[in-house]
T-cell receptor
Framework: KNEVEQSPQNLTAQEGEFITINCSYSVGISALHWLQQHPGGGIVSLFMLSSGKKKHGRLIATINIQEKHSSLHITASHPRDSAVYICAVRSDRDDKIIFGKGTRLHILP | GAGVSQSPRYKVTKRGQDVALRCDPISGHVSLYWYRQALGQGPEFLTYFNYEAQQDKSGLPNDRFSAERPEGSISTLTIQRTEQRDSAMYRC???????????????FGPGTRLTVT
């Protein structure tokens, strides 16, 4: 079993829909990242969380440390949100970064 | 420049040759990470440094891979006797975190696409 699991693996939705991507992890962490990888390959760090909730524009990220779970939400989705969204955690034991396999999101116009 | 830079952006090399990939982190960033990403796959951790000290190299696939950051800023990832399976995008990222801090943001470079023929 992977230490970081994301669901769903693939998601296709219509423009305007509310999107939720989930990340569960099994290790102790000091922080969790949500990353966005564009079709061209570039990686952008969206959020870094160690507790609670963060919002940036139409993106919201939450984390529940007790349940070892985080969610990334996209409100009013748009075709330009189409990308791979990757959850990554930083182990609190050895500082290693562990990546999930990513969720491929495709928003249809 | 304000961001993380990597060079070269593209490298094509023949099997058996050595390659050196360079990462120039954001000035003042303490931590530097190297990742590898094969086509269609997620990133894979290779190694990371705090200042000039290599903290974890457990992700390096074998002893043909090595990395250094001698002055705590620029880092070089070296692959000796390259093989076709080494072909991938090699990315680095830096973060400002002082050692032991949990508050950080990683900034990724554009990557070096390595093709071994």
């Amino acid at each position: 079993k992977n230490e970081v699991e994301q669901s769903p693996q693939n998601l296709t939705a219509q423009e305007g829909e509310f999107i939720t991507i989930n990340c569960s992890y099994s290790v102790g962490i000091s922080a969790l990242h949500w990353l966005q990888q564009h079709p061209g390959g570039g990686i952008v760090s969206l959020f870094m969380l160690s507790s609670g909730k963060k919002k940036h524009g139409r993106l919201i990220a939450t984390i529940n440390i007790q349940e070892k779970h985080s969610s990334l939400h996209i409100t009013a989705s748009h075709p330009r949100d189409s990308a791979v969204y990757i959850c990554a955690v930083r182990s609190d034991r050895d500082d290693k970064i562990i990546f999930g396999k990513g969720t491929r999101l495709h928003i249809l116009p | 420049g304000a961001g993380v830079s990597q060079s070269p952006r593209y490298k094509v090399t023949k099997r058996g040759q050595d390659v050196a990939l360079r990462c120039d982190p954001i000035s003042g960033h303490v931590s530097l990470y190297w990742y590898r990403q094969a086509l269609g796959q997620g990133p894979e951790f290779l190694t990371y440094f705090n200042y000039e000290a290599q903290q974890d190299k457990s992700g390096l696939p074998n002893d043909r891979f090595s990395a250094e950051r001698p002055e705590g800023s620029i880092s070089t990832l070296t692959i000796q006797r390259t093989e076709q399976r080494d072909s991938a995008m090699y990315r680095c990222a830096s973060s400002i975190t002082p050692p032991g801090s949990s508050s950080y943001e990683q900034y990724f470079g554009p990557g070096t696409r390595l093709t071994v023929t």
